[in-house]
Structures are given as C-alpha cells and as structure tokens.
C-alpha cells in the first residue's frame, strides 16, 4: 500500500480517538478517576493495609465511593496519570481533562502495538504486518472500547500480543516479563497464556524446558517489581483480598453476548410464559440473571459449568499447539482461547471478548482466510458493547433492541456463536500437520 494511503489511514484512525476521548466512558470510569486519586493519596495502601480483620479501603472521591478490584500493574496506570493530572490541577477535581489522561494509557498501548507492527512486523511478516497494523487501528471494537468507553482491555491485550510476539522469536525472558504486566493488568489475559507457554516449549525439535523456565522467572522477577510497593508495605493480603472481589459476581452473564446470555433469555422467556404469553416473553429486554436464582431452581451453577467448559478448551488448545504451529497458527489459537472464555464462562462482561482482536488480527494478516472472521468478530463486540452502554453515560444507543422483535442482544449471542463455530474450525484447519507442513514450505 502507498504510504500515502497508509499515512492517511492512521490519521483517520487518530482522528476518531481524538473526537471520542473526551467522551463520559460508561460506570467504569468514575471507578478508576478515584482509584487514581486513591493512588496518588497512598499508593502502597490503595487496597488497605493490614486490619484484623483485614482492610477493604474505601476512596472517597467527588461523589463517589470507591474500591480496588483490579490487578495493581492497573493502579501502576492510574497512578501515573493521576499524578500528571495533579500537577496541572491539585484540587483533583473531575474534568475532561481527567478523563482523557484516564483513557490516555489504553490507547499509548494502542499506538505501540501499531507502531511495532509497522517497524519490527514489517521485517518479520511483510506486507501482513502492515495489514495487521492499520485493521487493528481504525477497528470500531478496538477505538470504541477504549477511546470512547475507557474500558481497560487495551492495557492487557497488547502486552499478550507483545508476549505471544516475543516467544515467537525466541526471547522467553522478554515474553515472561510481557506476561506478567499482562496479567496483573486484568486477569483475564490469563487465557493466553497456555499458548505462549507451548510456543516457548515447542520452538525446537526438543522441548525447551530451559526456555520456559526461563520465561517463568522473569514472569516472577517482573511480578515481584509490581507487587514490591504492597511487599513492603505489608498490604499484600489487602491486595488478595480486593482481586478476590472478581470473582464474586453473581451472573450467569454479564451482558456478554454468549451462552450465558442465551440461557438467560431461555430462562426467562420460559418463566414468564405463564404470566405474560408467549409474544410478550419472546420480546422481553432481558437483563442479567444471577447464578443464584438459577440454582434455586434447580439448575447446575453456571460458573461450575462454565470453569468446566474453558479448561477443556484450554487443554484442546495446548493438545493442538504442542506438535508445533506456525506463527500465524500460534496467534489463531490464542484468540480462540480468549473466544472460549467469552463464549462458554460465567460472568464474563460485554468487553471481555475485546482481547480476542489484537491477536486474531496478528493471525489474520497472514492467513488471509481469517481476515472476514476478525471483521466479523470486531463488529460483534462494537455492538455487544454499544446495545447496553451506547457511547457512555449520557449517550444512550439509538438502536433499539427490539427492532428484532426477540431482544437483539440475544440474536447477535446466536450470531457470535456461529462466527465462534465458523472460528473453530478455521483454527482446526489451519492447525493440521498438512497445513502446518505447507505454510513453513511458503517460509
């Protein structure tokens, strides 16, 4: 492509963050301005700090009330923009400005991993790489989720993808340390990395074991660099405490658009039968259902089900990883791992499907194949997220769920399960030894 038109591309793509940054963001956002005040205040405390029993910290901040649930590489951001914001402005009051400076380390990360794909990826994958780089950068769900929304999947996303990259070349130091920011961004980068992990292992004939265990200590190395403010602080049960609020939350799911979703549509349409009819339940807005009532009616707990059902995907994907699989291959099966976890966990959020994309598009810009898939799914968690949070508050969607007469949200679960069928088995066929055989011939 002419540079020209690539230049152009990404000033269209920059353009659109800039005219969505200063937007409100959804319910999140507020959480994390005083999750930042809360970390320029007392950093190592932001948890709490001892306390028998042990402190929760509440942050108090304009009006709202706060605590941390989120990894502390998280607070490591906030804190970092907290701190410029403090400067400019020490009364800490809540601004535009704040906002920005809020989102603005979701899309450094964004900037970065276009900027690698079109330097470094270049070398490496050719005229892929630059595909890769200008699909990821003007993709709705990429823009929309970050820049507009603040959600904070960009942060966690690109260093897996960063991750996934280094083990690729066969620096398992570089890709631990990568993994570790990852994770303790937001947990559910964790669903990469039993991929990167085979990778590592499989990059020679003979496994190398050397290489992973030299990939998990600088993995414990970097996670020791994060967590030593709160080691010698003392808070660290603080901090376990506040991550083990993530797992609390009583949905069957959280407006993801899954199986979850379509069970809970189930349910309720089968219950409400009786009171309203058949046509009125068919075109109930349904909202979120919580694991409890489900099982007070006698059905399995859906997080029983759903942890079941991602571990049996998880050991498909190392089974299929670890005779080896091309590079492209490598970044197909770490989509698909983040795609199960979407599509068959409980409480999983509209935007959790978002780390899918940075590492279907790294796949797609070599096998041209998953190309119309990674639209597919961009365009799903673009409209997974605008049906329940539009452009952020104040900023309802204009469409209406009920323009599909069953709630819409509903009919795209069915749609993102097709393209997940669709997905599989793409990822099937370009996992087989035959096809692994072709494309290093094509190398």
Known sequence: MPRRRVLALLVAGAILRIIVMPLPGTADLPAQKAWSYGAVQDFSGVYGAGGDPLERREIHWADQIATVMYPPMSMFEVLAAGRVYRAIRPDYADSVLLTVLIKLTGLLWEIAFAAVLLTWGRRVMGAAAEWSALAFWLSPGIWMSGAALGYTDAQAAVPMVFALMAALANWPVVAGVFVAVGVLTKAQAVFVVPVIAIVIIRRTP???????????????????????????????????????????????????????????????????????????????????????????LGYPNAKTVGAALTLAALAWVVWRAWRYVSRPAAAALAAWSVYAYFMFSAQVHENHLYIALPLLVLAAGELKALRRTFWWVSGIVTLNIYLFEGLGKGHPPV???????????????????????WFTRQVTAATRPQHLQTTAGEA
């Open 399 to 421: 469409i209406d769920r009920h323009w599909t007469i069953i709630d819409m949200t509903v009919v795209l679960s069915v749609i993102n399960l097709c393209v997940f069928i």
């Open 206 to 296: 003979a496994p190398d074991w050397r290489g992973i265990w030299r990939a998990a200590a600088s993995g414990i190395a970097a996670t020791l660099a994060i967590f030593s403010p709160f080691i010698i602080r003392g808070s660290v049960p603080n901090v376990m405490q506040g991550l083990s609020r993530m797992f609390l939350h009583d949905m069957v799911s959280g407006q993801g658009a899954n199986l979850g979703w379509i069970a809970t549509w189930l349910l309720r349409v089968r219950y409400a039968v009786p009171d309203i009819g058949w046509y009125r339940a068919l075109r109930m807005k349904i909202g979120i259902l919580s694991i409890t009532r489900v099982t007070e």
